[in-house]
């Protein structure tokens, strides 16, 4: 995969080659490829000579470093407490139905992932989603499905 | 109109005078000065933990090494916080120039923002905010520079070693104490580590002097605090208030007039129920908190907000050690065991005990503060645990 080589190597030189540039090299390849391959991370131990079990095990620490295929937009709905109050489930229902998919799960055509995360710091206007850095809050299921809709065509 | 109203204060978001005047009243100060108004002012942290700002600064300025960093700790993560977003969104150059105000007191020369993933649509905005804070410093001829890094997506980063852990590209995994970060932080160096909000505050000492804030409060929580308030609410949202109410006062003020509780700090903090909200006082000498107060009326089943908060623990522990990592997955399970009459009742008391260990036992502040919400729950609500 020469692209993932290239990747790796032009975030190794933004970045720097010490142990500090892992985790903006990690959040990089997100930024690209929206998850983190075996190949990347291999190619991320030989740029900054660590060895790759110390890359996978930073990169499997952190939620938002996701090491499994994601589409190309994540979606994140909160489900901690406030947001499961005002009905995060009506939200997560309506936006099973809309992609047809499980959370979980990634849309055939690779454009949308499935997530639920913790709390988004918008518990005042819960239910709260991220669609990758995003903020979409006060969420209602007409209001996702337009969101939705607005993605689609994008 | 009734005699309890709450103070509203306005020193978090005031904008009155700019940053670089604030900064020059600052720099025509001594160390030794700044540091005094600070300890008279009685300002303690802002992030949880509670201490004494004036003393965090003081300790890490009389290390022998000479490296030393400042950092702002912006993962705000804890369940029902969202002030630290609201402030860097309105008035980020003052998180800058208390950062500053620190470097100046501690003798650093580079700072950090660790600003959590989830706020990274902040990012643009706050970078352009830093370029013209440098250019401020570069005015006044002061040699201090900020870099904003960011976390991906975990709670426990938010713990001061963790967030070291993370910053130097490793798993966010807290590390033993001591050392205390004003000996030995980011990079093993001095460092002062303080929350957004306590960032503000200390840089508004630096313009008003102490009486201000001091003339604020009660003995032990001095000033005002930004509170985060949402849940069963009319009024969800960010208020800055003079510390030193009780919970009655707030929830006759923020409540939907059925209130049955009020979680104070987070998941990681205390639930007060109805009849202690009288007696409770929001604050150092009460049940203190970084600014989450979530609400739950009537309707709510409290055993669903306790099994959430466990949910909330066992994902974001770092699985480090054993009594939390163990210890929330059981806690859980033993709810939900009680819930549905696979246990006596009085196996609640034996995960009361274990709630207890892990208090003691867990290596930092997550895994020890589970007991709170968990007993403060179980007690209050035991036949919400059991029906
Ligand atoms: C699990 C855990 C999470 C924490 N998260 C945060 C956080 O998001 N923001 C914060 O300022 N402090 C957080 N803290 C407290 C920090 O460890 C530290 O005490 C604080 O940043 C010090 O700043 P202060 O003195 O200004 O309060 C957390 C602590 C623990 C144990
Ligand atoms: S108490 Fe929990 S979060 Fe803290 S070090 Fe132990 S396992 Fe990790
Ligand atoms: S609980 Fe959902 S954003 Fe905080």
Redesign the interface.
Known sequence: MPEIKDLVKGLAEAHGR???????I??GVIAHENYISDEAMTEIARELDISAAQVY??AT?????DTQPRGKYVIRVC????C??KGKSLIIQELEDLLKIKLGETTPNRKFSLLE??????????PAM?IN???YTELTPEKVREIINEYIRK | MSYTQLKRVDLIFDTEATTKDILQTAWSKTNEQIVNELLESGLKGRGGAGFPTAMKWKFTSEQPEKERFVICNAD???????K??EILFKVPQKVFGGMAVCAKVIGATQGFVYL??????LLKELQKQLDDFHGILKDLGINFSISIV??????ICGEESALFE????????PRNKPPYPTIAGFRSKPTVINNVETLVYAFMITKHGAKKFKDLGTADSRGSKVF?????TPK???YELELGMTVEQFVEEFGDGDTKAVQVGG?SGFCVPRKKFKDTIIGFEGVPTGGSM?L?NSS?SMY??LH??L??FE??S?GQCTPCRVGCQQLMKGIEAVKKGKKHAAYLEQLMKLSQTMKITAKCGLGQSVANSFSSIVENFKEEMIY
């Open positions: 010490t142990r500090e540039s892992l985790i903006p990690l959040q095990g930073t620490f952190y939620s938002f470093l489900k901690t407490i406030t499961a109050m995360t913790n709390c988004l710091g918008w518990c005042h206007k819960g991220l850095d995003e903020a | 705000e993560g804890e369940p029902g916080t969202f630290d977003r959590r993933g989830e706020y990274r649509f960011m976390g991906s997506g975990a709670y993370s910053m130097e590209g490793k798993r966010g995994e985060s308030i949402s849940g069963d969800a949202g960010i998941a979530m739950f709510r669903n907000v959430n908060y949910e909330f994902e974001e770092c």
